[in-house]
């Protein structure tokens, strides 16, 4: 079946580092991938998303691109801040799974002053 | 914008009560979505829901029922609510067609005590 294995967190960062949270997928059919933040005391929201190989998805600094050939979705952020401070969900949707999503497990990002 | 709403909040119920968590969607979706969120385990999906009185079970679904009598309703039940149900539960929406992300409320936080 299909899976998403994300980077354990926690994570922490100072202000202004670089960020990566690292993203792999495995899928039956050519699935769409995204990344979702949670803020804390909300729901998820949907933060980038691409729907086919190299596609680049990106969003308030954010940015990753859809790999085929490594089946990765990595999360890139090149100056973090406070307010970046969430929990980060990478998922999938493939088309032949009865259009249910498959989600990582999330990574908390930390960004201290 | 996307609206999908959640009758509660905060919810305390006792053992053994019936407990109704009501979600609504203003986007005409086709796709409903029950799932519960607990640290350490990500999300996991109750059950699904792809039309109006059509469901299907996630990986959890012991314990629970739903009901879609309306397309922009869906209704989580715990038949008999027990300690181990405590947790955060998300309903999301989506459309059916390919590359659609899913669009969440905001939570309820369930207490069964």
């Known amino acids: 079946g299909d899976s998403v294995t994300q980077m354990e967190g926690p994570v922490t960062l100072s202000e202004e580092a670089f960020l990566t949270i690292n993203c792999t997928y495995t899928a039956t059919g050519y699935p769409s991938l995204f990344w979702y933040v949670q803020y804390p005391g909300e729901g998820l929201q949907l933060l980038l998303k691409a729907t086919k190989a190299d596609d680049k998805g990106s969003n308030k600094g954010f940015e990753a691109t859809y790999r085929k050939e490594t089946t990765s979705f990595h999360l890139e952020k090149g100056s973090v801040q406070v307010s970046d401070s969430a929990v980060y969900f990478c998922a999938l949707s493939d088309p032949t799974n009865a259009g249910k999503s498959t989600f990582g497990d999330g990574t908390t990002l930390t960004v201290k002053p | 914008d996307v609206k999908v709403t959640q009758s509660s909040r905060y919810l305390v119920k006792r053992t053994g009560e019936k407990v109704f968590l009501e979600c609504v969607q203003d986007?005409?979706?086709?796709?409903m979505f029950w799932y519960r969120q607990d640290p350490g385990l990500g999300l996991r999906l109750i059950y699904f829901?792809?039309?109006?009185?059509?469901?299907e079970k996630g990986d959890i679904p012991e314990g629970y029922s739903v009901s879609r009598e309306k397309k922009e309703r869906f209704s989580l039940i715990l038949e008999s609510a027990s300690t181990n149900q405590t947790s955060m539960y998300l309903c999301?929406?989506?459309?059916?067609?390919?590359?659609?992300?899913?669009?969440f409320g905001p939570g309820t936080r369930l207490t069964v005590t």
């Open positions: 999301a929406s989506s459309f059916r067609a390919r590359g659609r992300q899913e669009y």
């Open positions: 986007m005409d979706h086709e796709n």
């Open positions: 829901s792809y039309d109006v009185k059509m469901k």
